[in-house]
């Protein structure tokens, strides 16, 4: 096992949980509560009261303490352990001096009147986050946990990772049966740092930096990701991030995973497995696999579980939850999902949407809408509230408030006094005023008065409105999916996609391009590229007083990009062109509008929007231009002196990404912010237009755009 506090080996593990299981047996507890970071200490508890067949209750740290709370009292639990530094959790008498140690704290739990009684055999209660304000406890016994964990060491065999980093809290159930204890089993290596060096902040909150610099010391052949974290990766690999060559395989469950995520994964050869379970299944049940994958899908069941469809819903087999806390135990009989879906002729599972309403964020936050909208209807202020948040990163509402002459100002404080009783994963971020009271003709309450069960696609004109962030939520720079920067990444995601599909794009990336299609690509770069200083420096002039930090930021870029134009010819006359032949050549239609654009933004419009020119050529460059000059030297067989501009801007457009994404988070003008994205879907029409009309018989510009 490794960690940021040193390595234990197989030996050492057992002897530390060895000696722990003697203390909790001394001590007479069964039913162990933690709430404790990622980390040696964490699986040496869990693995010592497997030893002595105690009940263990792990409690997510993100869990608000009346969550804690609830938790402790309906599980029964005799005690909680914490980390040393930890505050002392609610619901606690005092400290248990029989198992305090350098790095834990036990803290007896105040006396119960009446211990709820539990089924049968537990070895795990299992807190769900929450679709209520009060997280459901479930009971899961040893066997089906090692069963599951078992079906996942075969379904891998053909890979066998020899090392597993646990990205996700140990609390998660689906880390700690299919990363911790399907690694165990198989006798790899198992990597546990802290959550605050993989980067989480709360439930939804993730510094990527930290996380790439975690991936980058472990080292890992295998990882489970929710939605969330894949997108990071993805993001981050776009553009020109490496990430660790030893990933070997990528697991990705907890949430839905759109198709564009997974292509995009692909386009980058990531090694990414789609699954799906339960939590009332002991985790794991379906999941693609090595040589068994299939697009759209969550791949095939384990080997111990049986998957069919009764009414289009999906009711799983093989493995069962001993029961719910305070609930009679479950019928016998397949578990029903409420998940919509088919299997396909081949086994696959393919899942379709969700029989009940409860949506699961991007974080694998599992949230009832209800619960948030009823918290919010307790406000004074507000009348109505719509909530959703399937496959986001954060809440929004559609909010109607009692007094119509309320402004926003006064409903994002609202929200702000609301979110301030909810955990972090529940919370609105962003809220849309609705024009009018909700009625059952725009899909946001049912004929009877009531938020529909499946939110009607008639609302999605309503939800596509301009959405006002709430006051006073937590937002951090560090939180990839809060920032400006992240933001525009997102709103031209679609004009990026389809830029880099022009077919002489995907043509050059293979390989499949001629000597005359990469010289008259060189020619036309010529023709932009030398107007990049002239641009920079009249966006600098025209930049306003408040904004001199940007034209201070103009100022190295201006030292950076000097001289640019210059590789290119050199890489011309590497291909055998005569240097003075591109500059006579001038520009085609499709270059001359692109630059005439950028300077047509920065002398009428708002010159802050010539940065959506910076973000289409520096992040082509960072996600394409390396790829591109090694797939094309490869099959060209040209000097390596031919690709000085392609290789060197790759590489220097990569200094620059983290450079220009810092430069976009300190916008904080709605106007600017608005300026970049509006000219950044633009300049990617524009920029595609080049490489559609690039080829002597490629289309004409009007058919381009």
Known sequence: MLSATGNLHAQTLADAVARLAACLQTAGLTRVASRLDNGPDGLILDLALRLIDAVHVPLPTFFSDGQVLHALTSSGAQCV??????????????????LQQDALRCWRVAAIVERPVLPDAPACITYTSGTTGCPKGVCLSADSLLTVAASLVDASAA?????????????????????????????????????????????????????????????????????????????????????????????????????????????????VCEGDGLTECGSVVCFNRPGAVRAGSVGQPLAHAQVRIVDGEMQVGGVQALGYLGEDAPPPGPVRTGDLGHVDPDG?????????????????????????????????LLAQAVVWGEAQADNVAVLWPRRPDSDDAALAKALAEVNAGLPDYARVARFVRADAPFNAREGLLTANGRPPPRRDPRARSIRRRPQLSVAGHRRLSRNFSMTFYASLLAQTQAERERMTQVPIIQAALAGNI????????????????RHTVPLLMACGARLPARLEWLRTAIGEYIEEEMGHQEWILDDLVACGQAREATVLAGPSLATELLVSDAYDTIQRGNPVGFFGMVLVLEGTSVALATRAANSIAQSLELPRNAFSYLLSHGDLDIEHAGFFEKRMNRLDDPLDQQAVVHAATRFYVLYGDLFRTLRSDGVRLAEAT
């Not at 352990?81 to 029989?98: E, F």
């Not at 379709?352 to 409860?358: E, F, M, Q």
Request: net charge positive; proline share 8%.
């Open 514 to 529: 001629a000597r005359a299609d990469y010289v008259a690509f060189l020619g036309q770069a010529y023709h932009h590229v």
């Open 348 to 380: 696959f599972v393919h899942i379709t949407g969700r029989r009940k309403h409860v949506f699961i964020t991007a974080f694998g936050r599992n949230v009832s809408p209800e619960w948030v909208e009823s918290e919010l209807l307790q406000h004074p």
């Open 81 to 98: 352990v914490t980390g040393a530094a930890a505050a002392a959790p609610p619901g606690i008498s005092g400290p248990l001096p029989a």
């Open 159 to 271: 890979i066998a990772p020899r090392r597993h980093l646990c990205l996700m809290p140990l609390s998660t159930l689906l880390e700690n049966v299919a990363g911790l204890y399907a690694t165990l089993l198989s006798g790899a290596q198992v990597a546990l740092p802290s959550l605050a060096q993989i980067g989480y902040t709360g439930a939804s909150g993730l510094d990527v930096p930290a996380l790439l610099r975690c991936l980058h010391q472990y080292q890992p052949e295998s990882v489970i990701l929710v939605p969330q974290l894949l997108l990071a990766l993805v993001s981050a690999a776009e553009h020109g991030v490496a990430l660790p060559a030893s990933l070997r395989y990528i697991a990705v469950g907890g949430g839905h995973i759109g198709s564009s995520l997974l292509a995009r994964a692909a386009a980058l050869g990531l090694p």
